[in-house]
């Protein structure tokens, strides 16, 4: 029996370390965001895609550096092939007639060789060495724009789950009332000082806060699932948020709204980087109009033999060396260079037409966020004001309902008006958030420290 306790002593603190773990699981805006800069699947492959690029430009450096190459051939001609040759070379007799068929060649042929080939001039290596570069450049752009992706849904998801949860606790609070009220009224219906239908409305509302709760609980739990899948998290793992929408701080200096400009997005950079590299290309076809130059060298031993013993003595090897220059001339392409070069101007062209609609439309994107934010704002005022006043005409009504000149209607009434404006604050503030990062965003202040 000791023993068994023991083990399930055991069990249990195997346990307790893993339920710590897991009650530990509590994130800050800030250190979820850290999380999904790590460990979201798009910013991972952001990062795979610069480290391709950074393979890519030392890819293309060695083609630029010499090429060696070594090899060794070794041949059996098991029948040699003849070939006829007039008697009289053969006697020396110029009246003999007649052909004869004289085999060529060892039977065992051994050939080892060693070439060196290096590019002198390639003027495609020296615009795609750059073109390589230039791709590294903006893959690092593109990084930081995926970051930036998810700094933006991890930041939406975020406070998505904490109005939820605001939500909840702003029905329960409703519902905590609501019962008092409730309870309160059936005692008075009891000792005949109301009427059976003014528990029953309260009743009502009692009923769709409980379900309108359970609702709500779902969007949370479903808003946290979202916000996991943006951190790149396991939806099945727990996880709380320590934030709070008190600390939110909506205010922008002057000079930050002025000073707004096109270079600062993310998506110009993306931009101006494929318009370098469409030049690049044109650049590249135009070098293939000149010539090539490649410098080679090559040195071998060669051997031959009836006798496969002789192979291994090493006297009986002939060495062989050669140098060369090898220029090619493009002459005649049937004008597919021509026809490749317009084509890369056209490509050119429509990236300046692209660059000229991405600019505008940014520049509206700022305009409409800043007058969002304004809209917002503004409406989360009213909505502040109204929860107020509600606030103040529902427990009014209460008092004028407890000190008998005031009916059950009204402050049912109040209390749905008052639970409406709750909602309507909470929606204003939610837009508010929204508006708020979509002018970061738009001001390119969604940038993670690492950038």
């Not at 001609?77 to 110029?94: M, V």
């Amino acid at each position: 029996m000791k023993s068994r306790i023991n083990k399930y002593l055991l069990m249990l603190a195997l346990l307790l370390p893993a339920v710590a773990v897991k009650a530990q699981t509590e994130f800050s805006l800030n250190k979820a965001l850290e999380y999904a800069l790590i460990n979201n699947e798009n910013v991972k492959n952001a990062q795979l895609s610069t480290l391709d690029a950074e393979a890519q430009v030392f890819e293309t450096r060695a083609d630029g550096l010499p090429q060696v190459n070594a090899g060794f051939n070794y041949t059996n001609n098991l029948f040699i092939a003849k070939s006829p040759i007039p008697t009289s070379f053969i006697s020396g007799n110029p009246n003999d007639e007649g052909v004869t068929l004289v085999g060529f060649g060892a039977q065992h042929i051994g050939n080892l060789n060693v070439g060196l080939e290096q590019m002198i001039w390639d003027g495609s290596f020296f615009i795609g060495l750059q073109a390589a570069k230039v791709l590294r450049e903006k893959v690092i752009v593109d990084k930081a724009k995926a970051e930036v992706d998810v700094i933006e849904q991890v930041t939406k998801a975020y406070y998505l789950v904490l109005v939820n949860q605001t939500r909840v606790d702003l029905i329960n609070a409703n519902l905590e009332t609501l019962n008092t009220t409730l309870d309160e009224t059936r005692t008075l219906y009891e000792n005949g000082f109301a009427e059976r239908i003014d528990v029953s409305r309260l009743q009502v509302q009692t009923n769709n806060l409980l379900a309108e709760r359970s609702g709500v609980e779902q969007a949370v739990k479903t808003s946290k699932d979202l916000l996991k899948l943006s951190m790149g998290m396991p939806v099945e793992e727990e996880i709380t948020l320590s934030d709070q929408l008190e600390t939110l701080d909506f205010k922008y200096d002057q000079s930050e709204l002025e000073g707004f400009s096109i270079g600062n997005r993310l998506e110009v950079q993306q931009l101006n980087y494929l318009k370098e590299l469409a030049g690049l290309q044109i650049k590249n076809t135009t070098s293939q109009y000149i010539p090539k130059v490649t410098f080679n060298a090559g040195w071998g031993r060669n051997t031959g033999s009836n006798d496969f013993s002789d192979l291994t003595d090493g006297k009986k090897w002939f060495s062989n060396s050669q140098i060369g220059l090898n220029v090619s001339i493009p002459i005649f392409d049937g004008l597919r260079k021509k026809y490749t070069i317009q084509r890369n101007k056209i490509e050119l062209e429509t990236l300046n037409n692209q660059y000229g609609l991405l600019t505008n439309s940014l520049t509206q994107e700022f305009e409409n966020a800043k007058r969002n934010l304004e809209v917002s704002l503004e409406q989360l005022e009213v909505q502040e004001s109204n929860m107020e006043l509600a606030q103040e005409v529902s427990s009014i009504t209460k008092e004028k309902y407890k000190e008998g000149v005031g009916s059950n209607l009204e402050v049912t009434n109040a209390e749905k008006d008052y639970k409406e404006a709750e909602t309507n604050y909470l929606n204003a503030l939610y837009n508010a958030i929204i508006a708020k990062v979509d002018l970061d965003k738009a001001l390119g202040k969604l940038r993670s420290n690492d950038n």
